[in-house]
Each structure stands twice: as C-alpha cells, then as structure tokens.
C-alpha cells in the first residue's frame, strides 16, 4: 500500500468533492455540506498516516487505494 501523509489526503479528498468545514487544531474535518458525513484528517506536519487509519479514512470517504 502506498505511504499517504495527512496533506496528500486533503488534497486528493478535496479533488473528489470533500470540503474543508473546519480545522480544530491539527486535525482537518471534511465533509459535504448536505450530508451529515465527517471525516477528521490528522495533518501533523508531514507524518505519514498508519496503515489502519488510511484505511478506514479511505473506506468512509468511498476512495479506492488507486485513487490516491
């Protein structure tokens, strides 16, 4: 599985339609704006994020390991 840093996330969450709602401390929530979905990115500098937590982050926002 490729390496994805929190920052790379955003970016390519932001590509498929996911907003910026807002950023509590480091940590950057995403969501549509009609729907009740939130997604919260760790974004710590440019630490890549674990494999678990990539995962489940990618299975709530719908992405496939390719689209990445």
């Known amino acids: ?14 590509q498929h339609g996911w907003k910026l709602l807002r950023i509590q401390g480091s940590h950057h929530i995403y969501g549509y704006t009609e729907s009740i979905v939130r997604i919260s990115v760790p974004v710590h500098a440019n630490r890549v994020l674990k494999r678990g937590l990539l995962l489940h982050l990618m299975k709530c926002a719908g992405l496939s390991e390719s689209e990445l």
């Open 1 to 14: 599985m490729k390496t994805v840093s929190g920052k790379d996330l955003c970016k390519v969450l932001e």
